[in-house]
Structures are given as C-alpha cells and as structure tokens.
C-alpha cells in the first residue's frame, strides 16, 4: 500500500505521527463504452455550450448555479480558501463507541505508527480498547475539512471518515406514522424465523458472484480469440487530460489482449494474459470457475486452483 497522507494525531499533549492509507478498494472490473459495429472507443469531449468549441481542461474553471445566476469561481478563486495547512489529525472528544451511528460512517483509512518507537500509538490503542470508546476528530484531507471517528480494529488504529449531521437525510413515510397490532403469536413465529437463519458473520464466505462471472467471462473470450486487437481498433488516440486519477488497468487491458493476440497459438498464452490484465488489481486472477456449463470457464478453473476453490 501506498501512504496517502502523512502527518500527526494530536489529543492533549500526545502526538503520534502518523502515515494514512485507503483501507478499501474497489474490485469491480473497469468497463468502457464502444461502438457495436465496429468495437470503436467512445470518447468524450467537453464542449462550450456557447460556441461550440471544445474546450482543454486547462481552461475550465468552476461554478455555480443557484437557478437564476451563475457565479464563476476560478482557480485563484479557490486558491484564497483556507487550504490543507494543517498536518495534524486533532482529538475533539472520545466518546462511547455506540453512540455512533453507523448511517454516518464513509470512507475508512488505516494509520501506521511513523516513529522509530511505536509506543504513543500502542498506547491509544489499548486506550480505546479499555476504556470502549471512539475518538471523534477532524483534519483536513485534500483541501476539505472532515470529521471522522477513530477506532481500533485488531492492533490497527482506523480512521473513519463521518457524514456531516445536514448530510443525513431524515426518515418521514407516512406509513410508519399508522398504528399496526403485532400479536403475540406473530412475534414468536417472527422469532422463530430470525433463529434459523442465526449464525456468526463471516465476510469471507460471501463473494461478488456477478464481478467473478464477468471476469470468468473475459477471459473465456480472450482464450477463445474473441477479441479484437487494441491497437488497430482503438489506434494510438492518447487520453485526454482529464484532471482525475489515471486508471492502470487500462493500460494492462490494452497490453494482455495484444498479448493474447500474438500469443494465442503458444501454450504460455493463457498465463501471459492472466498475468498483464491482473497486474494492477491483485484480486483479477481469482477468477471464479462456477459456470461450469462454459466449457472455456470450466477450462480455466481447472487451470487454477485457487478460482476453483472459491467457485465450490
């Protein structure tokens, strides 16, 4: 993993630094929009509405609409904010862990001890845990103010990320407002129910059928030679800017179909390609070998074990 952000966890006079990391990622395959009839690339170009004229993103600033006028905010604009200057992640209050509502938690990072000694950070560790509370903090994270909780998972110190209170909508349906008679009897049985579906929570049991499927998919294809070759279909149109995060898969797609391509007769071809289009997602190569009716499915999980194992 790659450190996102660095700086300190301040509460009282303790500072602990810290390195900060994305601790999800997103597992989905990367899919783009092509012509049906000829597999060509649909790209997209920002236009002016005035003039027609499309415009490079260097000279797109921002703005906004309240319905009847338009204020233009440009990037000097924005510079005059109040901006990311602060490194340090302060403890506002620690608080009783079920009072936090699990509607308001985001996005989670995990912080690294970042000193030749790790004892302030094992101690607030073992604080949280004994004392079962949560740390309520804020720090500002790519130019915008958050407020997260901070809470231990196994020996790692997490960082949530909180919705704001007026970005949680409130719950009014007319239909809860009616009185309804739950007898005794209906309650039971409900019971009843609830204990036979009871058992411990284990994430490890339950997979992205869908994402295992589709990935089992491109890859039959790309075994069977149904693909076309990236660079007579797509040609060497480079990516227009676009001020977001460059994504590698792309680039590792483009390569392992024309590895495919070259390769389809040798008997590495497979695991050549296997091993160009997984290189940016370590997940890729466990492909799930569940739809044994596809004789080109069935072939690859025999070739890997691992994406057989998962499938049973």
């Given at each position: 993993m790659r450190a996102i952000w660095k700086g300190a966890l301040t509460f009282g006079l303790v500072n602990v630094p810290v390195k900060v990391y994305s601790a999800t990622e997103d597992h989905?395959?990367?899919?783009?929009?092509v012509h049906n009839k000829d597999g060509g690339r649909i790209r997209y170009q920002r236009v002016c509405e005035i003039d027609g004229e499309v415009v490079p993103y260097s000279d797109i600033d921002k703005a906004y609409d309240d319905g009847e006028k338009t204020v233009v905010l440009t990037k000097d604009d924005l510079a005059s904010l109040p901006a990311e200057k602060s490194r340090e992640i302060d403890v506002v209050e620690f608080?009783?862990?079920d009072q936090i509502d699990l509607l308001t938690l985001d996005r989670a990072y995990y912080l690294e001890p970042d000193s030749a000694?790790?004892?302030?950070?094992?101690?607030l560790r073992k604080t949280l845990e004994q004392t079962d509370r949560t740390a309520i903090v804020r720090f500002s994270l790519r130019q915008k103010t958050r407020l997260a909780a901070l809470r231990v998972r196994g020996d790692v110190?997490?960082?949530?990320?909180?919705?704001?209170?007026d970005e949680v909508r409130e719950a009014a349906f007319p239909a809860l407002d009616e009185s309804v008679r739950i007898s005794a009897k209906e309650l039971e049985l409900s019971a009843s129910l609830v204990e036979s579906f009871a058992s411990d929570f284990d994430p490890e049991e339950f997979t992205d059928e869908y994402q295992a499927e589709l990935r089992t998919l491109i890859e039959a294809k790309l075994e069977k030679g149904d693909a076309v070759d990236t660079a007579e279909t797509f040609g060497d149109h480079e990516e227009e800017e676009t001020g977001g995060e460059v994504i590698d898969l792309m680039a590792a797609l483009r390569a392992s179909v024309e590895k495919s391509r070259a390769a389809r007769g040798g008997s590495d071809s497979k695991e050549s390609t296997k091993k160009d289009a997984g290189g940016s997602a370590k997940s890729e190569s466990k492909a799930s070998g569940s739809s044994a009716k596809k004789p080109a499915a069935k072939k690859t999980a025999e070739k890997k074990p691992a994406a057989k194992k998962k499938a049973s």
């Open positions: 989905d395959v990367s899919l783009h929009q608080v009783p862990s000694s790790p004892k302030a950070y094992v101690l110190l997490v960082l949530q990320t909180l919705l704001w209170a």
